[in-house]
């Protein structure tokens, strides 16, 4: 007996051993991915014009669509993807027809002491890619098991329903290096729609959205019908009536659709039942513009990130350089104070719960806009400031950072 005990106990220990090791290989000091978490405004263009041309509102059960994505929108989702819900980065490369996945993650149990490297070659096929290789860290494995692993872990944190759905809709895709995009045809489902529904916002958040409309009604219900508020006088009371950090959200969410004119009942349907608010007009500083950048662009922050939101705030600026009203710096300021106050919002900063204590003004939320050029047509945008990179313009967001930084909210918590 003794002797049994002996072997079991130093076969366990032998299994530890080889398990920390395989361990250990997965483990790397280096990150094989290293590169900012910015989004591009030409992702944004193509993000939107990707979901134009497959809106699933206008989508017939079963139809059999096929469509195209830039390598460089799938890239960029990629390295979103890895930033905003894996604490890392990531990468999307094609070379022929296979692609090569990087992520290089930084889990919160490794403290910062490592990364957790992977690297997946895909390859084109019918139905989801084929897994031709993969590597965690310096571990290779066997890419038999990739996609069995794959459907367990998704299964095991909710999301078996999904990988289901998204295995039976999707019929091909296709890698193309040479054009730099992936073809993908699939069958529409409507019950992806709903499961994206219901991924994008959970029921508990759902009813904490419409206890913030409900607010919001019953806030304004008592002012005549086109009205003009200061937004502060409305941003307190919400963000007071629930101070967790999910019902704050659900409040913002519910004033940028409320300012972006877009009925709420386009992303949960049963919105259509709920309280409706009184149409009027909140103002920031004195402009209706002011205050739906800033609220936008907070929403933005608390929901997607600090990223996405910056990315879509300059893309509406350059698309309305050409179609619209003008480039205008002033509204880039209050987006990028909007971004600010989000990310604020989302880190749950105790300068913001104190500013919530108080009866603050538009002066603390929004930097002084004087001087800021305005309206600028596609033609003379391009000759004064050129762009991203330009000195002109780079020097007149390093204005705006100074202006956003000498507010006591924004200067205490260094701007995001």
């Not at 094989?32 to 014009?49: D, F, G, M, N």
């Not at 098991?145 to 809709?169: D, F, I, K, M, T």
């Not at 309305?320 to 604020?344: N, Q």
């Amino acid at each position: 007996m003794r002797r049994l005990l002996a072997w079991l106990a130093g076969t366990l220990l032998v299994l530890v051993l080889a398990a920390g090791g395989l361990l250990l290989a997965a483990f790397e000091r280096q990150a094989l991915v290293s590169r900012p978490a910015t989004i591009t405004p030409e992702s944004i263009a193509q993000a939107r014009r990707l979901l134009l041309t497959n809106d699933p509102r206008r989508l017939q059960a079963g139809e059999v669509r096929r469509t195209v994505i830039p390598a460089g929108l799938l890239d960029a989702a990629v390295n979103y993807a890895a930033t905003r819900f894996a604490n890392g980065r990531g990468a999307l490369m094609l070379a022929g027809t296979q692609a090569e996945l990087r992520l290089s993650l930084q889990p919160a149990w490794l403290a910062g002491t490592g990364h957790l490297n992977i690297a997946a070659t895909l390859r084109s096929a019918a139905g989801l890619p084929a897994i031709a290789s993969l590597r965690l860290g310096s571990l290779p494995l066997p890419s038999a098991l990739a996609e069995p692993l794959l459907g367990l872990l998704l299964a095991s944190v909710g999301y078996g329903r999904e990988w289901h759905l998204a295995r039976q809709a999707i019929r091909e895709v296709r890698f193309e290096g040479d054009y730099r995009r992936i073809i993908v045809g699939y069958i529409w489902q409507p019950a992806l729609l709903e499961h994206a529904r219901s991924l994008a916002v959970a029921p508990p958040e759902q009813e904490l959205i419409r206890i913030a409309q409900s607010n919001l009604a019953g806030l304004l219900a008592a002012r005549a019908p086109g009205s003009r508020i200061p937004l502060e006088k409305v941003l307190g009371p919400l963000l007071a009536a629930d101070d967790t950090l999910a019902g704050r959200r659900a409040t913002l969410l519910v004033l940028a659709a409320f300012l972006a004119e877009r009925n709420l009942a386009t992303l949960l349907p049963e919105a259509a039942a709920w309280t409706r608010v009184q149409p009027l007009q909140l103002t920031l500083a004195g402009r209706y513009d002011s205050a739906q950048h800033f609220v936008i662009s907070a929403a933005l922050a608390a929901w997607a990130g600090e990223p996405l939101a910056e990315a879509i705030g300059l893309y509406k600026e350059l698309a309305d350089a050409r179609h619209g009203y003008g480039f205008s710096f002033a509204d880039l300021a209050a987006d990028r104070a909007g971004t600010s106050f989000g990310e604020l919002l989302l880190s749950r900063s105790p300068e913001l719960d104190q500013l919530l204590g108080t009866d603050f003004t538009d002066t603390d939320l929004l930097p002084p806009l004087d001087g800021l050029p305005e309206y600028l047509r596609q033609r003379e945008f391009h000759q004064r400031y050129g762009g991203p990179g330009n000195p002109a313009y780079d020097r007149l967001i390093a204005e705006i950072e100074r202006r956003l930084l000498a507010l006591p909210l924004y200067r205490r918590n260094g701007a995001s």
